[in-house]
């Protein structure tokens, strides 16, 4: 097969936002056991500032974990979670400042899409909380920027899949945060919508430049949206390089047999 073609890369994009040196977050020795099953192994891993990095891993091998780690929603048996300078092991997801999408979109039913997308600004208390005519501003940029400009009064009852998971995301970016996280964002979506969204993700991320890490199964997903793919096996990082390092140079048998069962 291959759909990995890269003509969503950052490359055949004109890089609008380069990607610094500059390392956002570093996931450092994390280990973490479930009952006896250890499921991350001693793994560290470094997540540069404005890249779209993807996870990728066969079912069962850490990923999410992994990401619900770096958001705060679950703590590593050992090893450390580092935004910028500072250790964020044990800082509550609330004081994260991350947005996450996942697969089941969980829009507020009873909101319109306009009230979604401000959720997150609402919810500050009201020292933190822009004022109601930039919150209005911004929520107006957010549904230019993901192409639903005329939909702030819908109700997500009223949406396609694609569309909702669009506007998820969009309420992720709302509140600017450090690191989005999305976790097989369009696994429930068909194959035609997924393609799509895809390739209007890269250009998303070009235009934002927004420190991204996104979870997929899916080879062909990995290797065409990302700047740089890490793969993980059975709880360890078996590579970490760009889609071309990774599919001309595998590092590893695991990272071989993974990569080659598209290509
Ligand atoms: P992936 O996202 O790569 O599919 P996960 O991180 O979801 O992998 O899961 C890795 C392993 O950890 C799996 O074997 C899963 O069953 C196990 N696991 C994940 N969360 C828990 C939990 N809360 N309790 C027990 N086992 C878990």
Redo the contacts with the bound molecule.
């Keep these: 097969s291959s759909g990995a073609t890269p003509t969503t890369s950052r490359r055949a994009h004109g890089v609008t936002n380069p990607i610094g040196t500059a390392t956002a977050i570093r996931v450092e020795s994390v280990t973490?056991t479930?009952?006896t099953?250890a499921?991350?192994r001693d793994l560290t891993l470094d997540i540069r500032a404005g890249e779209l990095l993807a996870?990728l891993?066969?079912?069962?091998?850490?990923?999410?974990?992994?990401?619900?780690i770096i958001a705060g929603l679950?703590r590593p048996d050992s090893g450390r979670i580092i935004f910028g300078k500072d250790d964020a092991t044990r800082l509550p997801v609330q004081e994260r400042a991350v947005g996450f999408v996942f697969q089941h979109y969980a829009l507020f039913k009873h909101l319109t899409v306009a009230d979604n997308i401000a959720y997150g600004l609402n919810a500050r208390k009201r020292s933190d909380r822009p004022a109601k005519a930039e919150i209005k501003k911004r929520v107006g940029d957010l549904l230019d920027l993901i192409k639903l400009s005329t939909f702030g009064d819908r109700y997500p009852s009223q949406l396609s899949g694609g569309q909702r998971q669009r506007i998820a995301l969009a309420r992720a970016l709302a509140v600017e945060p450090r690191v989005l996280l999305l976790?097989?964002p369009f696994g429930a979506l068909d194959a035609q919508v997924r393609k799509d969204l895809r390739r209007w993700l890269r250009e998303i991320h070009d235009r934002t430049g927004q420190t991204t890490i996104f979870?997929t199964?899916d080879q062909d997903e990995a290797l065409e949206l990302s700047d740089r793919v890490a793969v993980?096996g059975n709880?360890r990082l078996e590579q970490v390089g760009t889609p071309d390092e990774v599919q001309e140079h595998p590092a590893s048998p695991t990272v071989l047999k993974f990569l080659g069962d598209t290509i």
């Design positions: 973490k479930f009952d099953a499921v991350l996870l891993g066969p079912s069962g091998s850490g990923k999410t974990t992994l990401l619900r679950d976790d097989e979870v199964h993980l709880g």
